[in-house]
């Protein structure tokens, strides 16, 4: 079965400074993807990243980059230069790709905090 | 509208009453997601249509859980006899099987009195 685990369920972290969100995920097949959202007090789901498990670079997106490292089985999300409008959830999830399958597994989620 | 839009926004029902949901998602997305999220919990998966059908509703709690989608577009989360236990935000996403992204909406929050 899949699983999404993120053992940070909070983090602080300096204004203008860089911070990583741990990811694992458990999964017994070869194509996946994974995805990265953020979730503010208003409480809309706001996607910000995907990484293929075949896509051998790893995905970027301004602020946001992905570390995906597939032997460990795990996907952190990195933003650089945090601002204050960065505090939220952040949720990892994960999707099997080929055809019948549709089901995105999420994590618990890390809640982040940004300090100025 | 540009997003997924969801009504009603917020929703308060006693115990026992059925209630309705319903999610408007982003023009052209064949795609749509259920999911319940309670309180400080991530995502649970509810239900997928592609088109009007459900080839997985596999995370409908119980029975009194059912969803439909008429003419490709809307959909309706109906919860019948409802418990406490069913109050949480309850999330619609669509996308385009074009591209693998998930959009939101900005939920309902049902409350169980």
Not at chain 2, 20 to 32: M, Q, V
Not at chain 2, 53 to 70: I, M, N, Q, V
Request: charged share 20%; hydrophobic share 30%.
């Amino acid at each position: 079965a899949q699983k999404i685990t993120q053992t940070q369920p909070g983090m602080f972290v300096q204004e203008k400074e860089a911070v990583t969100l741990d990811c694992t995920y458990d999964t017994s097949d070869q194509s996946y993807g994974l995805f990265w959202y953020k979730q503010p007090s208003s409480g809309e789901m706001i996607f910000l990243i995907y990484q293929g498990s075949y896509d051998e670079q790893n995905a970027t997106e301004g602020r946001y980059s992905l570390n995906f490292q597939k032997a460990r089985k795990s996907a952190n999300l990195v933003i650089s230069a945090s601002q204050l409008g960065d505090s939220a959830m952040y949720f990892c999830a994960m999707r099997k790709l080929g055809s019948g399958t549709y089901k995105y597994i999420f994590g618990t989620g890390t809640r982040l905090k940004v300090l100025a | 509208g540009a997003g997924v839009s969801q009504s009603p926004s917020n929703k308060v029902t006693e115990k026992g009453k059925d209630v309705e949901l319903r999610c408007d998602p982003i023009s052209g997305h064949t795609a749509l997601y259920w999911y319940r999220q309670s309180l400080g919990q991530g995502l649970e998966f509810l239900i997928y249509f592609q088109g009007n059908s459900a080839p997985d509703k596999s995370g409908l709690p119980s029975d009194r859980f059912s969803a439909e989608r008429t003419g490709g577009s809307v959909s309706t989360l109906t919860i019948q006899r409802t418990q406490q236990e069913d109050s949480a935000v309850y999330l619609c996403a669509s996308s385009s099987l074009l591209v693998d992204t998930q959009y939101f909406g900005p939920g309902t929050r049902l409350t169980v009195l």
